[in-house]
């Protein structure tokens, strides 16, 4: 099998971060959606500068468990990352066309589990690793939507007595709530398409093969800035379309609904990235958006929108983990 020219790895992986933007991009507005604190176009900058900010501060630990944990991108190669990132963006592609915000973690590692199992056989993935990624995902899960009811009853405490200026400040507060909830996404989900970046640019230099080698990964400046603008770019042309399945068909959000959710989410994201852990941003909001309608009345969410979303997410891993081996074997075929 031929090696892809690094222009095509460049543009499986930006074409992916993209529809990233689409999904979880989507997904990350939902909540300024329905709680009408920004327009669409408020709440992606709000979201972009906080993520800048993330990897500066939380480091670039995810980046380096998606190329090193799941398989072993370096020594496999660039045809499994060209199969891995098509994979995936096949899977996004799908669930954007049907307005389902899925897991694009899930899309990732299932495209890469795939692939790799192509590429090496059961050998070519590290299977504890995988399953450690599933584990983590369900405990954000647990966590965000625990935490989502908790900042609920909170809020809602301490607003019992509030006079009628209240809706107006938490619609403020939701501009710093954004903050975290984009720096969130840039410490944990942006640095999957960051760590790709980087391990094309290091296969394309000396240093950066000899530092892969020796189970380094430098992540510099402009593969973050990549991950961050393709995400934009894609959140930007096609976030609109999810985020309304989020903020409006869910249930009708209020404000404190809104920051409930984006201070639960965003703080169990950020803890994930701190222990390097690839879970989704957008799952753990969904969890606590769900948790917190739940505390409101049980009722209230539509648990048949909430059930579709649970069978996007059902079927995303072996969906991917088929795309991101087939790809590869078509790649090998020609």
Request: charged share 10%; hydrophobic share 60%.
């Amino acid at each position: 099998m031929g090696v892809p020219p690094a222009w095509s790895l460049y543009a499986a992986t930006a074409a992916y971060n993209v529809m990233s933007g689409f999904n979880s991009g989507g997904n990350l507005l939902g909540t300024f959606v329905g709680a009408r604190a920004f327009t669409l176009s408020g709440a992606a900058v709000v979201l972009l500068a906080g993520a800048v900010a993330a990897p500066w501060i939380v480091g670039t630990a995810v980046a380096h468990t998606v190329v090193f944990a799941v398989v072993a991108l370096p020594r496999l190669g660039p045809p499994v990352l060209l199969a891995a990132a098509g994979g995936a963006l096949l899977v996004l592609l799908l669930c954007w066309w049907r307005a389902l915000p899925t897991n694009t973690t899930l899309a990732l590692i299932g495209a890469l589990a795939g692939a790799g199992l192509a590429a090496a056989g059961r050998g070519g993935v590290v299977w504890g690793q995988v399953w450690q990624v599933l584990v983590s995902l369900a405990a954000a899960l647990a966590i965000g939507a625990a935490a989502g009811a908790l900042a609920w009853a909170g809020l809602h405490a301490a607003l019992r007595h509030a006079d009628e200026r209240a809706p107006r400040l938490l619609r403020g507060l939701q501009g710093i709530t954004g903050l975290l909830q984009g720096f969130a996404y840039g410490g944990n989900d942006a640095q999957r398409a960051m760590g790709l970046f980087a391990l094309v640019g290091a296969w394309e230099s000396a240093a950066g093969r000899s530092a892969l080698a020796a189970g380094h990964l430098p992540v510099p400046a402009w593969a973050v800035w990549s991950a961050l603008l393709t995400f934009g770019a894609g959140m930007a042309l096609g976030g609109a379309r999810v985020a309304r399945t989020i903020g409006e068909r869910l249930y009708r959000l209020r404000s404190a609904d809104a920051l409930s959710v984006q201070v639960a989410a965003g703080l169990t994201v950020v803890a994930a990235a701190a222990a390097g852990w690839p879970v989704s941003s957008t799952q753990t909001a969904t969890a606590a958006l769900l948790a917190v309608g739940a505390a409101r009345r049980v009722s209230l969410p539509r648990w048949s929108q909430a059930g579709r979303l649970a069978l996007a997410w059902a079927v995303t891993l072996p969906l991917a983990l088929a795309c991101g081996a087939g790809l590869y074997a078509l790649e090998a075929a020609r």
